[in-house]
Structures are given as structure tokens and as C-alpha cells.
């Protein structure tokens, strides 16, 4: 039996840009190449392990020379495949952004290659989810005039988010809430959107069945419970109940974002 250590691995704390320094780190190593995990991935029994920090600079220049090696399109596959929370994806983008620094975007053609697909798989998970919160986010006007929306996406969406709704609701000042990760889009009128981590509202009492986004009611806009009411009363007023097809509701938004939707709960 060969007791030989494992190739070293390199563990970034969990963000984008400290995935891209390991990155970085495992694109300059000499073969054999470390592997790039998270640093809550669990330990082999043989496993050399090499924590790198968190530079933000370094990540920054890293992404710059690869976009323009590969191009925009493929670094956004990349991001995406990043995002999708799905297993080993975060490791598979670290091996093919090897294969992008010596073949540009044509290495993302490659799907005959296991890695490539499980990458493309990820991109693509994280792709639609983020196209399906572009469409089910319901925001609610707090009394201090500014605006809130709570999701619970399966994968980090907001990074790829973000623009949308900074584009489309650009003279609103509003927070887009990740409750199951604790982070949230901030924007404000004329300003970049910013992504901050920790973040939380007053929530209402545990009894209350108000689903899990709701919030106090006293941060609440003075109209906003009436217009949720009116648009309760307006969507079952335009449903055809002979046509009612919940099968095919489900089909389109499946059942786990109803919770969430002001026109599927009471509060």
C-alpha cells in the first residue's frame, strides 16, 4: 500500500475572490497541481493542506487576464459554475480555468471532458435559478420609503442578480435579501449596488403565520398590507377556476418559492 502523501491542497475561505487567489496559487504551482477546495471541506487522512488568503487585488488581476484570454462570456460560466453550490462544481472551475489560461474559451466547447460538463451542468443551474428570481421577487415598501424583497434561491444568485434589478429599479432605494445565506444587495439611487454578508431584519413573532420572509409589520409602509390584500383579491379574481391547472402552476414556479409569493400566502 503506498502511504504517500496527497498532492497539497489549497483552501480559500469560501468567497469569489478567495477562490480566485487559490486559483491563482494552484495556476502558478508545478505539477502535480494542488486541488482548490473550501476550508470547511473535510480533511483526507493524508491530506497536506495550505490555507491562502484572501487578497482582493490578486484576485481582480487574475480575472482581468483571463477575460482577456478567454473572453467575458466564458468568465461569466465560470462565475455561474462558482455560484451553483453544486457538488465538486467548485473544484471542477478551478481545473478548467487551467484549461482557459492555455486554450481561451474553446476549452468550454470540450464536453466530451467530464470536468468541462460537470462545469457546464453548474453554470447552467445557477443560470436558471437566477433567471427564475428575476421573475418571482416581491418587494415590499418599508415606511422609511425604501424597498425589501426576501428569496430563498438554491444557489447563490445574488452576484448574478444584481444588475438586473439595479438596472430596472434604478431611482429605488431597496435591499434584495439571500435569507437562507444571510446576505443581501444593497442599492441606492446613483450609487454601485454593494453585496453584504450578515444581514437581517426585525422579524415578526414565531406565531404569526406570515411565511418565512416576513418582517414586522411596523417597518411596514403604511399602504403596503392593503395593497398586498388587493393584489391577493385581484390574482384569485383573474384565475379561471374550471381552467385552475395546479400541476402546471407548479411546472413553471415550482412549489418550494410559493412561501414566498405575496399572491400564494396570507401575510
Same mark, same amino acid.
Given at each position: 500500500?503506498?502511504?504517500?502523501?496527497?498532492?497539497?491542497?489549497?483552501?480559500?475561505? /469560501?468567497?469569489?475572490?478567495?477562490?480566485?487567489?487559490?486559483?491563482?496559487?494552484?495556476?502558478?504551482?508545478?505539477?502535480?497541481?494542488?486541488?482548490?477546495?473550501?476550508?470547511?471541506?473535510?480533511? /483526507?487522512?493524508?491530506?497536506?493542506?495550505?490555507?491562502?488568503?484572501?487578497?482582493? /487585488?490578486?484576485?481582480?488581476?487574475?480575472?482581468?487576464?483571463?477575460?482577456?484570454?478567454? /473572453?467575458?462570456?466564458?468568465?461569466?460560466?465560470?462565475?455561474?459554475?462558482?455560484?451553483?453550490?453544486?457538488?465538486?462544481?467548485?473544484?471542477?472551475?478551478?481545473?478548467?480555468?487551467?484549461?482557459?489560461?492555455?486554450?481561451?474559451?474553446?476549452?468550454?466547447?470540450?464536453?466530451?471532458?467530464?470536468?468541462?460538463?460537470?462545469?457546464?451542468?453548474?453554470?447552467?443551474?445557477?443560470?436558471?435559478?437566477?433567471?427564475?428570481?428575476?421573475?418571482?421577487?416581491?418587494?415590499?415598501e418599508l415606511a422609511d420609503g425604501s424597498w425589501y424583497a426576501p428569496l430563498e434561491p438554491g444557489c447563490d444568485v445574488l452576484p448574478l442578480v444584481a444588475d438586473h434589478f439595479a438596472a430596472r429599479f434604478r431611482p429605488m432605494r431597496f435591499a434584495l435579501h439571500d435569507l437562507r445565506r444571510g446576505r443581501a444587495v444593497l442599492h441606492e439611487p446613483g450609487r454601485p449596488w454593494l453585496l453584504t454578508d450578515g444581514f437581517s431584519l426585525k422579524r415578526v413573532e414565531p406565531d404569526e403565520d406570515a411565511g418565512p420572509g416576513a418582517i414586522d409589520s411596523a417597518m411596514l409602509a403604511s399602504d403596503e398590507l392593503r395593497i398586498r390584500d388587493l393584489w391577493r383579491r385581484y390574482f384569485a379574481a383573474t384565475a379561471i377556476e374550471g381552467r385552475l391547472n395546479p400541476g402546471l402552476q407548479a411546472a413553471h414556479i415550482p412549489k418550494k418559492y410559493w412561501k414566498l409569493l405575496t399572491e400564494m400566502r396570507r401575510g
Open positions: 500500500m503506498d502511504y504517500r502523501a496527497e498532492p497539497a491542497t489549497l483552501a480559500h475561505d /469560501g468567497s469569489w475572490p478567495g477562490f480566485l487567489c487559490a486559483c491563482a496559487e494552484a495556476l502558478n504551482a508545478s505539477e502535480p497541481v494542488p486541488r482548490v477546495v473550501d476550508a470547511d471541506a473535510p480533511v /483526507g487522512l493524508f491530506e497536506s493542506r495550505i490555507a491562502v488568503a484572501r487578497d482582493d /487585488g490578486r484576485a481582480a488581476a487574475l480575472w482581468d487576464r483571463l477575460t482577456i484570454k478567454a /473572453g467575458a462570456p466564458a468568465m461569466r460560466i465560470v462565475l455561474e459554475a462558482f455560484l451553483s453550490e453544486r457538488p465538486d462544481a467548485r473544484a471542477d472551475t478551478a481545473s478548467v480555468l487551467r484549461r482557459l489560461r492555455r486554450e481561451g474559451a474553446a476549452a468550454l466547447r470540450d464536453l466530451a471532458d467530464p470536468i468541462v460538463l460537470s462545469v457546464d451542468k453548474a453554470a447552467t443551474r445557477a443560470r436558471r435559478e437566477a433567471e427564475r428570481t428575476t421573475g418571482i421577487a416581491r418587494f415590499s
